[in-house]
């Protein structure tokens, strides 16, 4: 029985379709989910969300959020989704120069610098996944 995942941002609907199986960045580690796994909610971290479908890879690059698990179906419901093969290195390698500048700006109140370090940390993301989908194309495994 094949796995319904959807990804959802609040700006869209990132990705519908049956999977084999998906790999999250939760907030405590790595998720592994497959058909039937057991009902489950929990909170996403940063990091690449991996699918396997069909003998292929598809990355995200996630950022917060939450995701539901249930024996039929995944909902990913992240503040931000970004398929790997859609991201643009270039704006990806500004947005990081912007942060590692605000960092190195000096003063900074606490909402500030922690808002700066996790765009560093998005825009670092980005980049991997968006270079390494440009190394490896669509990766067969």
Do not use: C, N
């Amino acid at each position: 029985m094949p796995l319904q995942l959807e990804i959802v941002t609040p700006e869209r609907l990132a990705y519908s379709d049956s999977v084999d199986s998906v790999v999250l960045p939760g907030a405590e580690g790595e998720l592994g989910v497959l058909p039937h796994h057991a009902p489950l909610l929990a909170t996403l971290g940063v990091g690449e969300l991996r699918i396997r479908k069909g003998g292929e890879e598809e990355f995200f690059a996630i950022a917060g959020g939450f995701v539901q698990v249930r024996p039929d179906k995944v909902v990913v419901m992240a503040e931000m989704a970004d398929m790997a093969s859609e991201i643009d290195v270039e704006k990806a390698q500004e947005a990081r120069r912007e942060a590692e500048r605000a960092l190195e700006s000096g003063y900074h109140e606490g909402a500030d610098l922690a808002a700066a370090r996790a765009q560093l940390q998005t825009a670092l993301l980005r980049i991997r996944l968006a270079e390494r989908r440009h190394r490896e194309g669509r990766r067969r495994i």
